[in-house]
């Protein structure tokens, strides 16, 4: 860890000294005024809004798949996993060369009018096939969010100011999972689950063309420049350690608190006997103020610690995920609803503070 800082090239080391000492530094952010930076993050943000709400709904109507199909807990599971994460998984990285070649706005609109209407016909299906297919068409889709979305940062933002702007991009996680949960569970409620789909695509639709019309592509490199081999690209990421090992943390911390929030919704509703409508709200409220809090305050605390020491952009997520686990644990273990919620919005909030620092980390380590 103490080493992180010898395994950044000399020029990322001097360009980051010379931010850190006021100094003015060169960059596509040049091109564009703060407040034009800021509406392009605000795109974002809802671009991020529109997939974690569209990710997010299949959670609140769990219950009703279940009734609908006859699943049992174990289908559900898969269900709500597998076709979404390994699809997500296998398209993120063509979708983000695509990005690279072709431009990243371009592909975060297609990516997100695809996510939107696979979103619709989820809400569609007759059978459960149909059902997976159509979620498994979500996953590839929002596998062309995130790289994208960062890369643009990489270059609305200066390297002392990222931490913050991702740390505004994670929190859009707040406002996707409090509609996916309040809106889609009345929705559900009230309608059936189709509805809460078909809801969900109808909000996210208008933001795809939003990222369209609003966000510009900064220009990176000279017209007609051709980007370095794959391979290369991969045997150069593979020669940084820090890359390796934030990378490594983030597959083991994507696939073990996330798989416990997916059923929270439906323990609210067998064990505590709420509706649809209660367990979401409640359930949104808790997680969207984790969120926001956890993201913001990561952001900040990141950047802050970076200025001593560049290690702590390691540091501090391997603190917060210590801290994480015996929260969740004991959330778990409560018996009253209030003290549950209270616990899994610190536990929401610890999670979101990790990953600003991870984000700011592998931009850092990769010349952004």
């Given amino acids: 860890m103490a080493a992180f800082s010898d395994r950044i090239e000399p020029q990322q080391i001097a360009r980051e000294e010379c931010v850190s000492a006021g100094a003015a530094q060169a960059g596509p952010w040049d091109a564009f005024s703060p407040a034009r930076r800021w509406l392009f993050l605000f795109v974002l943000f809802l671009a991020g809004v529109s997939s974690t709400m569209d990710r997010g709904v299949m959670s609140i109507v769990l219950e009703q798949l279940k009734q609908e199909f006859a699943l049992s807990d174990t289908m559900l599971g898969l269900l709500g996993g597998a076709p979404f994460g390994i699809c997500y998984a296998l398209s993120s990285i ?19 009018l695809g996510w939107a209407i696979m979103t619709g016909l989820c809400g569609l299906a007759t059978t459960l096939p149909f059902l997976i297919l159509a979620r498994m068409g979500v996953g590839l889709a929002e596998g062309g969010s995130t790289a994208p979305s960062h890369a643009l940062i990489a270059d609305y933002f200066p390297p002392i100011r990222r931490a913050m702007a991702l740390a505004v991009l994670t929190a859009s996680g707040t406002l996707g999972t409090l509609l996916a949960s309040s809106v889609g569970g009345w929705v559900t409620q009230n309608h059936g689950w189709r509805q809460a789909f078909f809801v969900m695509a109808a909000i996210s639709l208008p933001i795809a063309f939003l990222v369209l019309s609003v966000l510009r592509e900064p220009r990176r490199t000279a017209p007609g420049a051709a980007s370095p081999p794959f391979r290369q690209d991969l045997a150069a990421l593979a020669r940084k350690p820090a890359f390796v090992s934030v990378l490594t943390g983030l597959l083991f911390f994507t696939a073990m608190p996330f798989a416990v929030i997916i059923f929270t ?15 979401g709200s409640l359930f949104g409220l808790a997680t969207a103020t984790g969120t926001v809090f956890g993201s913001l305050a990561g952001g900040y605390v990141a950047d802050r610690l970076r200025r001593m020491d560049d290690a702590w952009l390691l540091r501090l997520p391997a603190i917060l995920m210590a801290v994480e686990c015996p929260v969740t644990l004991a959330q778990f273990s409560q018996s009253g609803l209030w003290p549950f919620l209270v616990l899994h919005s610190i536990s929401t909030a610890l999670l979101y503070a990790v990953l600003p620092s991870c984000f700011a980390t592998v931009q850092y380590v990769c010349g952004g």
């Fill in 94 to 112: 063509p979708l983000a060369r695509v990005a690279d070649r072709h431009g990243r706005k371009r592909v975060l609109f297609w990516a997100a």
């Fill in 265 to 279: 919704p439906a323990f609210l509703i067998r064990d505590m006997g709420l509706s649809a409508t209660q367990a």
